[in-house]
């Protein structure tokens, strides 16, 4: 009489949840900390000492990682980041494996533009799904001002490469910058809507690596809306509000049009009670928050050896200890040590 094989015990999938009730399945993934722009409210003109080429995760790594969590720990959506992540040289083909897990995610990215005018219809085919843009002004010496670079007609043409691959939706991310662009906001909207491509102004936040930051040259949500409606009637519609959930824009409707505007008021107006990020930067740390002090390490284990049940407990436990808010508006705060190129948006 033959003995009955033992019936297998299958790995219950975990969730990503802290103390506070707020499940991760939103997972920001850093492919770079390297940039080719020097914007003056990321990185100092000389740039920043990049990551050893040895500590940045390999696609295979990346890729591990990402599988772990979307088949383990409910990830429904992956961003890939940078630095700039079309530095990435084989972005395309990371973009197609990500697509092909089960479930499948919705792969998204987070980009300034420079050189998506050739790899859009690339990215597409992939299984890209939607695309931020950032962009903060339309005149080329602003561009050149903010960024340290004349590539402003890079980007223009990237916009136009993907509303052209049927990336949707297109969103441009947009930071004013008190003296400099901050008179550009009723141009860059209708610049916008002309587009077809929803426009997100974001208030500028303590990740610059100069720790140059100040509250009082921040311009606020309140003044950017304030500007906005010199120009045009903003509405902000029941339905928008009610559906806004975990996202970080508070939309507005262009009264008289089809069109919305984001406002993201990460400093004065926080949505922390609503998040459901986490962060894997290029190194492979976790990140609960953009500005956490402190990290968890998958890199080390998973070069050691660790199987994909450890790695996804020590995500758990990892995500398990977020705190309750960014804490920008607590008298002790600090800015974390990398800064936003180092850790992703």
Not at 36 to 50: D, I, K, V
Not at 219 to 242: N, S, W
């Amino acid at each position: 009489m033959s003995t009955p094989l033992p019936t297998p015990r299958l790995r219950t999938t975990q969730v990503l949840s802290d103390a506070y009730g707020r499940v991760a399945t939103d997972l920001r993934v850093s492919l770079t900390d390297r940039c080719n722009l020097r914007c003056t409210y990321c990185m100092p003109a000389e740039g920043l000492e990049w990551l050893p080429g040895d500590e940045v995760l390999t696609d295979q790594e990346i890729t591990r990682l990402i599988r772990v969590g979307v088949e383990r720990l409910g990830i429904t959506t992956v961003r890939l980041t940078g630095g700039e992540p079309l530095l990435r040289k084989n972005l395309e083909q990371l973009v197609a494996d990500i697509n092909s897990l089960v479930p499948r995610p919705t792969v998204a990215l987070t980009t300034n533009g420079i050189g998506l005018a050739a790899r859009a219809q690339r990215l597409a085919d992939a299984g890209l799904s939607r695309i931020n843009i950032s962009l903060d002004t339309l005149n080329a010496d602003t561009f050149a001002q903010l960024t340290r670079r004349r590539r402003l007609s890079d980007v223009l043409a990237g916009v136009t490469a993907a509303r052209a691959a049927g990336l949707q939706p297109v969103k441009i991310n947009t930071v004013l910058m008190r003296g400099l662009n901050d008179h550009e906001a009723a141009d860059l909207l209708r610049w916008a809507m002309a587009e077809n491509v929803q426009l997100r102004f974001i208030e500028q936040m303590p990740l610059d690596a100069q720790h140059a930051w100040q509250r009082t040259e921040m311009v606020t949500a309140a003044e950017i809306r304030a500007a906005l409606e010199q120009h045009v009637v903003l509405t902000e519609d029941p339905e928008d509000a009610a559906s806004r959930g975990s996202a970080p824009a508070e939309l507005f409707r262009v009264a008289g049009t089809g069109h919305r505007v984001g406002i993201i008021a990460a400093v004065s107006k926080p949505f922390c009670g609503a998040c459901d990020r986490v962060r894997l930067t290029a190194d492979g740390q976790i990140r609960n928050c953009l500005f956490a002090r402190s990290e968890s390490d998958l890199r080390t284990p998973m070069r050691s050896g660790a199987s994909d049940d450890e790695l996804a407990d020590l995500w758990v436990a990892a995500v398990a200890s977020k705190q309750p808010g960014h804490g920008i508006n607590d008298p002790s705060f600090l800015q974390p040590d990398r800064p936003m190129s180092a850790i992703g948006g």
